[in-house]
Protein backbone atom coordinates (compact mmCIF):
# COMPACT_ATOMS: atom_id res chain seq x y z
CA UNK A 1 0.00 0.00 0.00
CA UNK A 2 2.80 2.21 0.60
CA UNK A 3 4.42 2.26 -2.12
CA UNK A 4 1.36 2.03 -4.01
CA UNK A 5 0.59 5.18 -2.80
CA UNK A 6 4.10 6.50 -3.03
CA UNK A 7 4.54 5.60 -6.56
CA UNK A 8 1.11 7.23 -7.42
CA UNK A 9 2.14 11.02 -5.71
CA UNK A 10 5.92 10.98 -7.39
CA UNK A 11 3.80 10.34 -11.24
CA UNK A 12 1.98 13.40 -10.03
CA UNK A 13 4.90 15.41 -8.98
CA UNK A 14 7.11 14.00 -12.06
CA UNK A 15 10.11 13.44 -9.40
CA UNK A 16 13.15 12.89 -11.47
CA UNK A 17 14.34 8.95 -11.26
CA UNK A 18 17.22 9.65 -9.01
CA UNK A 19 15.27 11.41 -6.57
CA UNK A 20 11.88 9.03 -6.82
CA UNK A 21 14.68 6.09 -5.80
CA UNK A 22 15.98 7.87 -2.81
CA UNK A 23 12.61 9.09 -1.44
CA UNK A 24 11.47 6.05 -1.44
CA UNK A 25 14.12 3.25 -0.44
CA UNK A 26 14.84 3.19 3.42
CA UNK A 27 18.21 4.45 4.59
CA UNK A 28 18.57 1.63 7.12
CA UNK A 29 16.89 -1.58 7.88
CA UNK A 30 18.13 -3.01 11.02
CA UNK A 31 17.19 -7.06 12.22
CA UNK A 32 18.07 -8.26 15.53
CA UNK A 33 18.04 -11.32 17.02
CA UNK A 34 16.66 -10.90 20.87
CA UNK A 35 17.07 -13.62 23.08
CA UNK A 36 14.79 -13.92 25.97
CA UNK A 37 15.30 -16.08 28.93
CA UNK A 38 11.54 -17.04 30.51
CA UNK A 39 10.06 -17.19 33.92
CA UNK A 40 10.36 -20.92 33.13
CA UNK A 41 14.50 -20.63 32.91
CA UNK A 42 13.61 -21.76 28.93
CA UNK A 43 15.35 -19.22 26.32
CA UNK A 44 13.05 -18.16 23.40
CA UNK A 45 14.65 -16.34 20.39
CA UNK A 46 12.97 -13.36 18.87
CA UNK A 47 13.39 -11.05 15.66
CA UNK A 48 13.41 -7.33 16.17
CA UNK A 49 13.56 -4.48 13.79
CA UNK A 50 14.28 -0.72 13.24
CA UNK A 51 13.89 1.02 10.42
CA UNK A 52 15.14 4.53 9.69
CA UNK A 53 13.71 5.88 6.99
CA UNK A 54 15.80 8.87 6.27
CA UNK A 55 17.99 11.07 7.97
CA UNK A 56 17.49 13.94 5.70
CA UNK A 57 15.67 16.72 7.59
CA UNK A 58 16.75 15.35 10.61
CA UNK A 59 16.50 11.72 13.47
CA UNK A 60 13.96 9.45 12.43
CA UNK A 61 11.28 9.31 14.94
CA UNK A 62 8.39 6.68 15.38
CA UNK A 63 6.62 3.93 17.56
CA UNK A 64 7.97 1.11 18.80
CA UNK A 65 5.14 -2.55 18.34
CA UNK A 66 5.33 -5.73 20.21
CA UNK A 67 2.99 -8.00 18.06
CA UNK A 68 2.87 -11.52 16.45
CA UNK A 69 2.19 -10.20 13.24
CA UNK A 70 5.26 -7.67 13.03
CA UNK A 71 8.35 -8.40 9.72
CA UNK A 72 10.31 -6.20 8.54
CA UNK A 73 7.92 -5.09 5.60
CA UNK A 74 5.39 -4.08 7.75
CA UNK A 75 7.56 -2.02 9.60
CA UNK A 76 9.16 -0.21 6.80
CA UNK A 77 6.03 0.41 5.51
CA UNK A 78 5.01 1.89 8.67
CA UNK A 79 8.14 3.95 8.57
CA UNK A 80 7.52 5.64 5.09
CA UNK A 81 4.41 6.52 5.94
CA UNK A 82 5.75 8.28 9.32
CA UNK A 83 8.47 10.38 6.96
CA UNK A 84 5.56 11.48 5.60
CA UNK A 85 3.46 12.53 8.03
CA UNK A 86 6.41 14.20 10.06
CA UNK A 87 7.01 16.40 6.64
CA UNK A 88 3.28 16.73 6.38
CA UNK A 89 3.70 18.37 10.08
CA UNK A 90 6.74 20.33 9.17
CA UNK A 91 8.58 18.47 12.38
CA UNK A 92 12.18 18.37 11.98
CA UNK A 93 12.47 14.42 11.56
CA UNK A 94 12.22 11.52 9.01
CA UNK A 95 10.60 8.36 9.84
CA UNK A 96 11.08 5.43 11.65
CA UNK A 97 9.46 2.12 12.94
CA UNK A 98 10.71 -0.65 14.98
CA UNK A 99 9.27 -4.03 16.08
CA UNK A 100 9.44 -7.03 17.77
CA UNK A 101 7.73 -10.38 16.43
CA UNK A 102 6.43 -11.96 19.85
CA UNK A 103 2.68 -11.87 21.53
CA UNK A 104 3.07 -9.44 24.69
CA UNK A 105 -0.25 -10.95 25.97
CA UNK A 106 2.14 -14.44 26.66
CA UNK A 107 4.60 -12.71 28.57
CA UNK A 108 4.95 -11.51 32.00
CA UNK A 109 6.06 -8.44 33.08
CA UNK A 110 9.51 -9.39 33.84
CA UNK A 111 10.02 -11.30 30.49
CA UNK A 112 8.54 -7.64 28.83
CA UNK A 113 11.31 -6.28 30.70
CA UNK A 114 13.71 -8.18 29.70
CA UNK A 115 13.06 -8.57 25.94
CA UNK A 116 12.81 -4.77 26.12
CA UNK A 117 16.29 -4.29 27.67
CA UNK A 118 17.95 -6.78 25.40
CA UNK A 119 16.81 -4.96 22.28
CA UNK A 120 17.48 -1.81 23.24
CA UNK A 121 20.95 -3.00 23.70
CA UNK A 122 21.10 -4.52 20.07
CA UNK A 123 19.83 -0.64 18.71
CA UNK A 124 22.61 1.42 20.90
CA UNK A 125 24.91 1.95 17.59
CA UNK A 126 21.74 3.18 16.02
CA UNK A 127 19.82 5.44 17.88
CA UNK A 128 20.37 8.29 19.91
CA UNK A 129 18.44 11.69 20.81
CA UNK A 130 19.78 13.20 17.38
CA UNK A 131 19.75 9.75 15.55
CA UNK A 132 16.72 7.91 16.06
CA UNK A 133 14.02 8.51 18.93
CA UNK A 134 11.29 5.68 19.97
CA UNK A 135 8.18 6.06 21.14
CA UNK A 136 5.17 3.59 22.21
CA UNK A 137 3.01 1.81 19.57
CA UNK A 138 0.66 -1.35 19.60
CA UNK A 139 1.72 -3.83 22.83
CA UNK A 140 4.03 -0.89 23.91
CA UNK A 141 3.53 1.75 26.34
CA UNK A 142 4.99 4.52 28.47
CA UNK A 143 6.70 1.30 30.81
CA UNK A 144 8.70 0.13 27.99
CA UNK A 145 9.78 3.35 27.08
CA UNK A 146 10.62 4.15 30.61
CA UNK A 147 12.41 0.47 30.40
CA UNK A 148 14.54 1.99 27.16
CA UNK A 149 15.36 5.22 28.75
CA UNK A 150 17.00 3.72 31.76
CA UNK A 151 19.30 0.92 29.45
CA UNK A 152 20.47 3.51 27.20
CA UNK A 153 21.01 5.89 29.78
CA UNK A 154 23.06 3.15 31.84
CA UNK A 155 25.02 2.62 28.64
CA UNK A 156 26.03 6.52 28.40
CA UNK A 157 26.42 7.30 32.13
CA UNK A 158 23.86 9.88 32.56
CA UNK A 159 20.12 10.17 32.31
CA UNK A 160 19.60 10.98 28.32
CA UNK A 161 15.19 11.58 28.61
CA UNK A 162 15.28 12.35 24.92
CA UNK A 163 16.18 9.15 23.65
CA UNK A 164 12.65 8.32 23.71
CA UNK A 165 9.38 9.67 23.95
CA UNK A 166 5.53 8.56 25.32
CA UNK A 167 7.86 8.32 28.81
CA UNK A 168 6.33 8.51 32.28
CA UNK A 169 6.01 12.08 33.57
CA UNK A 170 8.50 10.81 36.26
CA UNK A 171 10.77 10.43 33.53
CA UNK A 172 10.41 14.24 31.92
CA UNK A 173 7.55 12.66 29.71
CA UNK A 174 5.26 15.54 28.22
CA UNK A 175 1.82 16.41 29.55
CA UNK A 176 -0.66 15.96 26.88
CA UNK A 177 1.03 13.02 25.22
CA UNK A 178 -1.08 9.64 26.36
CA UNK A 179 -4.30 11.72 24.61
CA UNK A 180 -2.66 13.30 21.65
CA UNK A 181 -3.24 11.34 19.12
CA UNK A 182 -7.10 10.65 20.07
CA UNK A 183 -7.11 14.54 20.76
CA UNK A 184 -6.19 15.17 17.52
CA UNK A 185 -8.73 12.84 15.39
CA UNK A 186 -11.39 14.64 17.27
CA UNK A 187 -10.46 18.17 16.69
CA UNK A 188 -9.77 17.47 13.22
CA UNK A 189 -13.28 15.91 12.97
CA UNK A 190 -14.47 18.77 14.20
CA UNK A 191 -12.90 20.70 11.81
CA UNK A 192 -13.85 19.14 9.00
CA UNK A 193 -17.30 19.22 10.07
CA UNK A 194 -17.52 23.08 10.36
CA UNK A 195 -16.00 23.36 6.63
CA UNK A 196 -18.48 21.43 5.43
CA UNK A 197 -20.75 24.00 7.41
CA UNK A 198 -22.65 20.89 10.12
CA UNK A 199 -22.30 21.49 13.34
CA UNK A 200 -20.53 20.00 15.81
CA UNK A 201 -22.75 19.73 18.79
CA UNK A 202 -25.36 16.85 17.89
CA UNK A 203 -23.59 15.22 15.60
CA UNK A 204 -22.93 11.77 15.17
CA UNK A 205 -20.14 9.20 14.99
CA UNK A 206 -18.76 5.95 15.43
CA UNK A 207 -15.26 4.70 16.40
CA UNK A 208 -13.75 1.56 15.53
CA UNK A 209 -11.38 0.34 18.06
CA UNK A 210 -11.13 1.94 22.02
CA UNK A 211 -7.63 1.27 22.75
CA UNK A 212 -5.61 4.74 23.32
CA UNK A 213 -6.70 6.40 20.03
CA UNK A 214 -10.07 5.46 19.74
CA UNK A 215 -11.06 5.66 23.26
CA UNK A 216 -9.24 9.35 23.82
CA UNK A 217 -10.83 10.37 20.40
CA UNK A 218 -14.23 9.30 21.42
CA UNK A 219 -13.86 11.09 24.98
CA UNK A 220 -13.00 14.44 23.00
CA UNK A 221 -15.80 13.89 20.42
CA UNK A 222 -18.29 13.27 23.57
CA UNK A 223 -16.55 16.60 25.40
CA UNK A 224 -17.28 18.78 22.19
CA UNK A 225 -20.84 17.73 21.82
CA UNK A 226 -20.65 15.29 19.37
CA UNK A 227 -23.07 11.68 19.91
CA UNK A 228 -20.61 8.63 19.73
CA UNK A 229 -23.31 6.31 18.48
CA UNK A 230 -20.98 2.96 17.77
CA UNK A 231 -17.86 1.58 19.40
CA UNK A 232 -15.90 -1.47 18.50
CA UNK A 233 -12.53 -3.31 19.77
CA UNK A 234 -11.24 -6.83 19.59
CA UNK A 235 -13.81 -8.58 20.90
CA UNK A 236 -17.12 -7.29 19.08
CA UNK A 237 -19.15 -3.91 19.02
CA UNK A 238 -21.95 -1.57 20.91
CA UNK A 239 -24.61 0.60 19.58
CA UNK A 240 -26.70 3.48 20.44
CA UNK A 241 -28.34 5.84 18.54
CA UNK A 242 -28.87 8.15 21.43
CA UNK A 243 -24.99 8.41 22.03
CA UNK A 244 -23.02 5.87 24.13
CA UNK A 245 -21.71 7.47 27.98
CA UNK A 246 -17.98 7.17 26.69
CA UNK A 247 -16.89 7.69 30.58
CA UNK A 248 -19.09 5.51 31.85
CA UNK A 249 -18.00 2.96 28.76
CA UNK A 250 -13.93 3.62 29.53
CA UNK A 251 -14.65 2.94 33.40
CA UNK A 252 -16.71 -0.41 32.28
CA UNK A 253 -13.72 -1.48 29.63
CA UNK A 254 -10.99 -0.69 32.56
CA UNK A 255 -12.52 -3.00 34.77
CA UNK A 256 -13.78 -5.83 31.82
CA UNK A 257 -11.04 -5.32 29.31
CA UNK A 258 -13.70 -5.14 26.69
CA UNK A 259 -16.53 -2.83 25.40
CA UNK A 260 -18.56 -6.00 25.26
CA UNK A 261 -21.02 -6.22 27.56
CA UNK A 262 -21.74 -2.63 28.34
CA UNK A 263 -25.32 -2.35 29.90
CA UNK A 264 -25.71 1.57 28.50
CA UNK A 265 -25.43 -0.07 24.59
CA UNK A 266 -26.58 -2.39 22.43
CA UNK A 267 -23.89 -5.22 20.73
CA UNK A 268 -24.15 -5.09 17.11
CA UNK A 269 -21.84 -6.49 14.09
CA UNK A 270 -18.21 -4.75 13.98
CA UNK A 271 -18.49 -5.08 10.12
CA UNK A 272 -21.94 -3.49 9.72
CA UNK A 273 -21.18 -0.58 12.42
CA UNK A 274 -18.70 0.55 9.63
CA UNK A 275 -21.26 1.15 7.31
CA UNK A 276 -24.18 2.61 9.27
CA UNK A 277 -25.12 6.18 8.37
CA UNK A 278 -22.96 8.82 10.83
CA UNK A 279 -21.35 11.95 10.38
CA UNK A 280 -18.22 10.98 11.49
CA UNK A 281 -16.31 7.16 10.85
CA UNK A 282 -13.04 7.43 12.62
CA UNK A 283 -11.30 3.76 11.95
CA UNK A 284 -8.93 3.94 15.26
CA UNK A 285 -7.61 0.63 15.42
CA UNK A 286 -6.83 -1.50 12.54
CA UNK A 287 -4.78 -1.30 8.77
CA UNK A 288 -7.38 -2.26 5.71
CA UNK A 289 -10.86 -2.23 7.45
CA UNK A 290 -11.61 0.00 4.37
CA UNK A 291 -11.70 -2.04 1.43
CA UNK A 292 -13.10 -3.15 -1.86
CA UNK A 293 -16.26 -4.42 -0.11
CA UNK A 294 -17.70 -2.30 1.94
CA UNK A 295 -16.29 1.35 0.54
CA UNK A 296 -19.02 1.49 -1.40
CA UNK A 297 -21.51 1.34 1.03
CA UNK A 298 -20.42 3.91 3.62
CA UNK A 299 -22.71 5.96 4.69
CA UNK A 300 -20.79 8.52 6.63
CA UNK A 301 -19.82 12.49 5.83
CA UNK A 302 -16.29 12.17 6.91
CA UNK A 303 -13.77 9.55 7.28
CA UNK A 304 -11.33 10.45 9.86
CA UNK A 305 -8.57 8.07 9.82
CA UNK A 306 -7.21 7.61 13.26
CA UNK A 307 -5.11 4.65 12.48
CA UNK A 308 -2.38 4.01 10.52
CA UNK A 309 -3.57 2.47 6.55
CA UNK A 310 -7.23 2.36 7.30
CA UNK A 311 -8.05 2.56 3.81
CA UNK A 312 -6.94 0.19 0.86
CA UNK A 313 -6.13 1.85 -2.50
CA UNK A 314 -8.92 -0.13 -4.03
CA UNK A 315 -11.22 1.72 -1.35
CA UNK A 316 -9.79 5.08 -1.90
CA UNK A 317 -10.65 4.47 -5.95
CA UNK A 318 -14.07 3.72 -4.50
CA UNK A 319 -14.55 6.43 -2.31
CA UNK A 320 -12.98 9.02 -4.77
CA UNK A 321 -15.21 8.13 -7.54
CA UNK A 322 -18.22 8.86 -4.91
CA UNK A 323 -16.94 11.95 -3.74
CA UNK A 324 -19.71 12.71 -1.38
CA UNK A 325 -16.90 11.61 1.72
CA UNK A 326 -14.81 14.12 3.18
CA UNK A 327 -11.57 12.02 4.12
CA UNK A 328 -8.92 13.14 6.16
CA UNK A 329 -6.16 11.14 5.49
CA UNK A 330 -3.98 8.76 8.12
CA UNK A 331 -1.05 10.99 8.38
CA UNK A 332 -2.64 14.24 9.18
CA UNK A 333 -5.29 12.54 11.17
CA UNK A 334 -3.38 10.66 13.66
CA UNK A 335 -0.50 12.91 13.49
CA UNK A 336 -1.10 14.34 17.24
CA UNK A 337 0.70 11.92 18.57
CA UNK A 338 3.95 12.30 16.83
CA UNK A 339 3.41 16.24 17.25
CA UNK A 340 3.11 16.07 20.93
CA UNK A 341 6.22 13.42 20.72
CA UNK A 342 8.47 16.40 19.23
CA UNK A 343 7.24 18.82 21.77
CA UNK A 344 8.59 16.14 24.89
CA UNK A 345 11.36 15.54 22.60
CA UNK A 346 11.94 19.86 22.44
CA UNK A 347 11.11 20.08 26.41
CA UNK A 348 13.97 17.77 27.32
CA UNK A 349 16.64 18.89 24.68
CA UNK A 350 15.65 22.18 27.00
CA UNK A 351 15.18 20.48 30.17
CA UNK A 352 12.09 22.64 30.46
CA UNK A 353 8.15 21.23 31.30
CA UNK A 354 4.96 22.59 29.27
CA UNK A 355 1.70 22.69 31.10
CA UNK A 356 -0.98 20.54 29.35
CA UNK A 357 -2.64 23.36 28.10
CA UNK A 358 0.19 24.59 26.26
CA UNK A 359 0.87 21.45 24.90
CA UNK A 360 -2.67 20.89 23.31
CA UNK A 361 -2.93 24.85 22.21
CA UNK A 362 0.25 24.17 20.16
CA UNK A 363 -1.22 20.77 19.11
CA UNK A 364 -3.99 22.42 17.62
CA UNK A 365 -2.32 25.05 15.98
CA UNK A 366 -0.64 22.98 14.29
CA UNK A 367 -3.23 20.57 13.20
CA UNK A 368 -5.11 23.36 11.80
CA UNK A 369 -2.56 24.56 9.83
CA UNK A 370 -1.80 21.67 8.01
CA UNK A 371 -5.63 21.07 7.74
CA UNK A 372 -5.96 23.81 5.68
CA UNK A 373 -2.93 23.54 3.75
CA UNK A 374 -4.15 19.99 3.07
CA UNK A 375 -7.82 20.88 2.04
CA UNK A 376 -6.56 23.75 0.04
CA UNK A 377 -3.87 22.08 -2.33
CA UNK A 378 -6.38 19.71 -3.08
CA UNK A 379 -8.71 21.80 -3.93
CA UNK A 380 -6.36 23.89 -6.34
CA UNK A 381 -5.33 20.82 -8.34
CA UNK A 382 -8.48 18.85 -8.58
CA UNK A 383 -7.09 15.89 -6.55
CA UNK A 384 -8.13 13.65 -3.42
CA UNK A 385 -6.90 15.05 -0.06
CA UNK A 386 -4.80 11.58 0.72
CA UNK A 387 -2.89 12.60 -2.66
CA UNK A 388 -2.54 16.26 -2.12
CA UNK A 389 -1.19 15.37 1.99
CA UNK A 390 1.28 12.94 0.51
CA UNK A 391 2.28 15.26 -2.22
CA UNK A 392 2.89 17.82 0.50
CA UNK A 393 4.97 15.51 2.49
CA UNK A 394 7.37 13.92 -0.29
CA UNK A 395 7.94 16.93 -2.16
CA UNK A 396 9.02 18.95 1.34
CA UNK A 397 11.46 15.54 2.07
CA UNK A 398 12.54 15.72 -1.73
CA UNK A 399 13.03 19.59 -1.80
CA UNK A 400 15.47 18.71 1.26
CA UNK A 401 17.55 16.34 -0.36
CA UNK A 402 17.68 18.21 -4.09
CA UNK A 403 19.01 20.70 -1.40
CA UNK A 404 21.75 18.73 0.71
CA UNK A 405 22.45 17.04 -2.33
CA UNK A 406 24.26 13.36 -2.73
CA UNK A 407 27.77 12.96 -0.62
CA UNK A 408 30.21 11.84 -1.67
Not at 53 to 80: F, Q, W
Not at 127 to 132: H, K, L, R
Not at 209 to 225: I, K, L, R, W
Not at 237 to 246: K, Q, S, T
Request: with cysteine; aromatic share 6%; glycine share 10%.
Amino acid sequence: MAAEQFDKVADFLDLSDELRERCKWPKRLITVTVPVRRDDGSTELYFGHRVQHHLTRGPVKGGLRYHPAVDLGEVAALAMWMNWKCALMDLPYGGGKGGICCDPRNMSIAELERMTRRFTMEMIPFIGPETDVMAPDMGTNEQTMAWITDTYSTHAGHLEPAIVTGKPLTLQGSAGRTQATGHGVAFLASSALNKLDLPVRGSTAIVQGFGNVGSHAAQTMASYGMKVIGISDVNGAIWNPEGIDVKALKAYEIEHRTVVGFPGAEPVDPAKMLTEPCDVLAPCALDRVIHGDNAGQLQCKILAEGANGPTTPEADRIIDARGDIFVIPDILCNAGGVTVSYFEWVQNLQRFQWTEREVITKLETRLHASFEKVVGFAQRNNISQRTAAQAIAIKTAADAKAARGMFP
